[in-house]
């Protein structure tokens, strides 16, 4: 008789009952095998760097240190996809710029004139050459924004993020604020007053 192991006993192990008898054949017992061509696709993307339309698409670069975009017209705006590890330039005065879903990714641009967007991110770093009115950052982790002397009236806008930090430029050098993560909630008799809470070190 062939000895039969614990795991192979259905009454040792509920999960075999479920199966039936036990099968001979490997392809049933390698389940796992037919997951793992599914990641290998994520690799194939082509970087993309082009102008459709009016919008700039920046996708899938990596390693890239030296993409610029030129020739930016005002009705324009640049579409920024899971890049990682690169800096992207943008020159000239442009709409509005998105970066979404990029990991350690630079971005130095001269002029916005609606708004930057920075979502599902992490360790992004952002400089402002000349004048933005608005950047937003949304479920990011690890954002940098250096701020140029026309920019300083910018607005920082930002939601379930975390590690950001604004850096002011004071005499010819940067100085870090960190962006404000906790909150304190309280009610003052008719509506509720929420402001940065202290963080006592």
Same mark, same amino acid.
């Given at each position: 008789?062939?000895?039969? !192991? ?20 490997? =392809?049933?017992?390698? =389940?796992? @095998?037919?997951? !793992? ?8 993307? /082509? ?13 899938? #670069? ?8 030129? %020739?930016?017209?005002?009705? #324009?705006? /640049? ?6 590890? !690169? =800096? ?22 001269? %002029? ?8 599902? !991110? ?6 402002v050459m000349g004048k933005v009115p608005t950047i ?14 026309? @920019? ?50």
């Open positions: 008789l062939r000895h039969v !192991s614990d795991d192979q006993k259905t009454h040792k192990n509920p999960s075999l009952r479920a199966q039936g008898p036990p099968t001979r054949s490997p =392809t049933k017992s390698h =389940t796992p @095998s037919p997951t !793992s061509p599914k990641n290998s696709p994520q690799q194939s993307h /082509a970087p993309v760097l082009e102008l459709e339309g009016k919008k700039w698409r920046v996708e899938y #670069q990596e390693d890239k240190n030296d993409l610029v975009i030129t %020739n930016t017209e005002l009705k #324009q705006v /640049a579409y920024i996809f899971k890049c990682n590890k !690169s =800096t992207l330039q943008i020159k000239g005065k442009i709409n509005s710029i998105t970066i979404d879903n990029c990991k350690k990714f630079g971005l130095v641009f001269d %002029n916005v004139v609606g708004i930057v967007e920075v979502i599902n !991110s992490r360790d992004i770093q952002i400089q937003s950052i949304n479920k990011t982790e690890g954002c940098h924004i250096y701020l140029s002397e026309e @920019s300083l009236d910018c607005e920082i806008v930002s939601a379930k993020s975390s590690e950001m930090n604004i850096l002011i430029p004071q005499d010819g050098d940067y100085k870090e604020f960190p962006v404000p993560e906790q909150f304190k909630t309280a009610w003052d008799g008719s509506k509720l007053v929420t402001e940065p809470a202290e963080i006592v070190g």
